[in-house]
């Protein structure tokens, strides 16, 4: 009896420990955690589903072989690097699909920051619905237990363009840095925990001054979506976009297991074909289901230079890493991508694991292998 009920305690600390465990953890896990739960992170997280439609075909295109400058081959570079996955599509179909580490077609990988620029395309949906009234309206407007704090003169585009000149840090291996602690503190009833902590963070620069990259500005423009449109960041991506253009499988969502936040920063799962489709979307204009999606204008303006990031030919726009060349990025640590070139007519995804969440020398190798694709759809169009 006394070892049953031993048992039975154990089980109930496990299952408390699994139940509390820190959506920024995930800094941290070691290389066979982190190969394992990419693919899998609604067994460690709470989630919402984003349910799929009919599924839109991705035809087969001419086979691509990407060309490295140093002779590097595909595999190769998949191996060294840990990627579980890279497609290109051009004109709409696909020219080259790989998968690695164990992973298929139907496997959902986490996207990390990727999942920012779906938050920004969200926000290019409730503009054209009405419900965002505009770029330049005060963030409180829509979050107002943000008015006594820093946050009280930033507009919505300020934070889209992360020029809130509000203090933070982004050390991905510092335990203590604000975006592994932003999920952090004591509850306040009906308030979102990440709302109560971005709302104490002290002023470092003028709004709109001033560039600096933080996580939990772009959750806070996914809690905007969500109170102005009354839908789940989950239920509405899957609304405007997920059904309506064709996605093939469902996606996923990471959420706040107690107040029901999603994070919208990080935390989307998806196939690479999914994560394909999004960038085709956007190079079909936004249009789905034979209707535009989002606000007049909105995809030239996000994926435009707002902001300098003080690196030659990039910049950042709305949740888009920006080229001088017109093509765009969501970049997400330990190695995700979403890359799309109008010019070309090209998406290129990539799904990693690397077992750093950045590195110079890995993120110069995912630049390369972007050349090495470029440099092979310009060979062989």
Known sequence: MKVAAWLLALSLLAGCAAQHARRTDVLFWNQPQREAAFRAMETHYASNVVHHGKARPLP???PLVPRFADGTTLEAYM???HVAGVMVVQDGRVRLERYGLGAGPATRWTSFSVAKSFTATLVGAALRDGAIHGLDDKVTRYIPELSAG???????RQLLEMTSGVRWNEDYVDPHSDVAMMYEGVRQPGVPLLVTYMSRLPRDFPPGEHWVYKTGETDLVGILVTRATGRTLAAYLSEKIWKPYGMAADALWLKDEVDGTEAGGSGVSATLADYARLGQFLLDGGVAAGKPVLADGWIADATRKHADIGA???????QWWTYDDGSFEG????????HVDPRRHLVVV??????VATDEAQAT??????KAVNRAVDTHP
Request: glycine share 16%.
């Open 60 to 62: 087969a295109g001419a």
């Open 79 to 81: 191996a060294a690097h």
């Open 150 to 156: 820093a946050y009280r003169d930033v507009t919505v």
């Open 312 to 318: 030659p030919g990039r910049g950042y726009g709305y």
């Open 331 to 338: 970049i997400g640590i330990f190695g995700q991508l979403l």
């Open 350 to 355: 990539q799904l990693a694991a690397w077992p």
């Open 365 to 370: 190798a995912r630049a390369d292998f972007v």
